[in-house]
């Protein structure tokens, strides 16, 4: 194989089409900048996952912007709030109230990359499936570039900037001089096993549910398909879970109300995500910029990131088109910093909540300050903002 043989030129290289990569590329796309987009999976993989499921305001408003808003908001559901359960007890935290209007929209990850797929196709944007060996060169020069391998060929992508969009495990973080990169990391010791099951939601609004037993989540992707989480240890294998050992289990985590009311049905997939915060700093290295989770990871209590890497692709899209447009390198300069700023905002939040609602193995000391923090939330409106403020998703800037 000859590296060069097939020789390829954009303005702006995005590794991953995950959500960061594709809307990333369409809101490149519309303001007139070039890119290149490559995966490593096909796109039936890509669109086989099934991950988030909670926009803020901010990130529905940029799937609008990108033109690719129409079928969530015929289909997406908006909240404005959501349960905190804890033993019998219920809290509803009225976001709408608490924050002067503001909501979130239910709307799955898959079905946002289903939507920007077919932007993407309608543009004539490239995006290259099946992509292997992706290797970064020369990042910190003037001109850096892509190399890749495709039915047995070796293929050589120039650019003048390269988006690393490739989540956690991909490989643009790991372009990053290992004496540069500094990562900040705390893996918790459990993990979510999840279920996908087309019956009817308990609720129609989400349940976080702290238990002595561990933490519950009744969550939803439409008013037929329900998604339900518990926490459980982070070596744990999802063969030990049937169906009716699930069920049997998020029942005796719920009130007795919520329990009573849960509809089941054979699960139509099923999976346990480790829950880990992580953040990578810098997020720019040279030409070269982390975005989404590619550069951290928060665990998803509070439904933060999808959020974060929207947040992400919000701040270096301006910031290539104001260079493209007006040659002005001011939000080049920044874009670590802001994204920074918002990650970690993102990240005590995650953390506040995960520690709050999870079963950890603790004192009984920590044991009873949780139950008073429950308790602060429970009687103080202050309180109640504050998760409030942070659950619709703080301003970008
Ligand atoms: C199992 C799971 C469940 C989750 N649940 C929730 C949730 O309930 N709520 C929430 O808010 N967040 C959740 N998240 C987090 C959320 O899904 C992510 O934050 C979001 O997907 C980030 O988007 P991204 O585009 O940055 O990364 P990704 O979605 O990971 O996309 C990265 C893309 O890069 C591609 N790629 C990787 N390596 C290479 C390579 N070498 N070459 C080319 N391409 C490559 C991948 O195939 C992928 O398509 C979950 C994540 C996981 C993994």
């Not at 908006?78 to 033993?87: M, N, S």
Request: net charge negative.
């Amino acid at each position: 194989m000859h590296e060069g043989r097939h020789c390829v030129k954009t303005q702006v290289a995005i590794i991953g089409a995950g959500p960061s990569g594709l809307l990333l590329s369409q809101r490149l796309h519309l303001a007139g900048v070039e890119t290149v987009v490559l995966e490593r999976h096909s796109r039936d993989h890509v669109l086989s996952r099934i991950r988030a499921g909670v926009l803020e305001q901010g990130l529905a408003d940029m799937l609008r912007a990108a033109g690719v808003g129409d079928r969530m908001d015929a289909e997406g559901e908006i909240h404005d709030g959501c349960e905190i359960a804890f033993e019998d007890n219920r809290l509803r935290i009225d976001f709408a109230e608490l924050t002067g209007g503001k909501t979130v929209m239910v709307y799955g990850q898959t079905e946002v990359t289903r939507d920007l797929y077919k932007a993407r196709d309608a543009m004539g944007g490239t995006i290259i499936h099946n992509a292997e060996n992706v290797a970064l060169h020369d990042v910190d020069s003037d001109s850096p570039y892509v190399t890749y391998e495709k039915d047995g060929e070796t293929h050589r992508l120039d650019c003048e900037f390269i988006a690393g969009c490739d989540g956690f495990h991909g490989p643009s973080r790991k372009a990053i001089p290992a004496d540069r990169l500094k990562v900040f990391e705390k893996v918790y010791p459990f993990g979510w096993l999840g279920i996908l099951s087309e019956t009817p939601p308990v609720s129609e609004e989400l349940i976080y549910s702290g238990h002595p037993r561990g933490f519950a989540l009744c969550s939803l992707r439409s008013r037929v398909l329900s998604r339900y989480y518990v926490q459980v240890p982070a070596d744990e294998k999802v063969d030990n879970w049937s169906d009716d050992r699930f069920w049997e289990e998020l029942k005796s985590r719920l009130p007795s109300d919520v329990a009573a009311d849960l509809v089941t049905g054979p699960s139509i997939e099923k999976s346990i995500a480790p829950l880990r915060s992580f953040v990578a700093e810098p997020l720019r290295y040279g030409r070269m910029f982390l975005v989404g989770d590619a550069g951290h990871i928060v665990p998803p209590t509070g439904a933060k990131g999808l959020n974060l890497a929207a947040s992400d692709v919000f701040y270096l899209s301006n910031a290539l088109i104001d260079y493209y447009r007006a040659d002005d390198e001011t939000g080049i300069e920044h874009y670590a910093e802001k994204a920074l700023r918002r990650i970690w905002l993102a990240e005590r939040f995650s953390w506040w909540m995960t520690t709050l609602l999870h079963k950890f193995d603790e004192e009984a000391f920590d044991v009873r300050v949780k139950r008073a923090e429950l308790d602060h939330l429970v009687h103080s409106r202050a309180a109640q903002t504050a998760l409030a403020e942070n659950y619709v998703g703080l301003p970008y800037d």
